[in-house]
């Protein structure tokens, strides 16, 4: 599989998972679930609604990036595409894993995946410019 292909593949299937995730979201709301709703757990439906924007969002990112690197037809190094796909995966992943436990109002320890991805997304999308800007 070329790195376009990887990334358009990521971008859809993320796509429809967190905008899957956002309709759970909403029918917790819609079925006023304490679990979800409750001013004591306010942390866990911070902590899904990140994960469900930042992955929507990462989706985009993906398809863009495959989509840019097919109609400029070059390759993206393997470190930027390794980069930005586990950055586009850690991060909202992280929100979610952050929300499921939390304790005390504080997010559960799967919330330290976020500056992780963050930092490999960053990475990506910078070294995706760069690499952009030397291409005819």
Do not use: C
Not at 107 to 122: D, E, S
Request: glycine content about 12%; overall charge positive; aromatic content about 12%.
């Amino acid at each position: 599989m070329n790195t376009s292909d990887r990334h358009l593949r990521l971008g859809w299937w993320s796509l429809f998972a967190f905008l899957a995730l956002g309709l759970v979201l909403e029918t917790l709301y819609g079925f006023k679930l304490s679990w979800y709703l409750n001013v004591d757990v306010e942390m866990r439906r911070l902590m899904f609604t990140l994960a469900h924007a930042h992955g929507a969002l990462f989706g985009l990112v993906n398809i863009a990036a495959g989509l840019t690197l097919r109609a400029k037809n070059f390759e993206l190094p393997r470190d930027a595409s390794l980069a930005l796909v586990w950055g586009s995966l850690l991060l909202p992943v992280g929100f979610l894993l952050g929300g499921l436990i939390i304790h005390d109002g504080d997010p559960g320890l799967g919330v330290l995946l976020v500056p992780i991805g963050a930092v490999l997304a960053l990475y990506g999308v910078g070294r995706f410019a760069q690499v952009l800007k030397s291409v005819k």
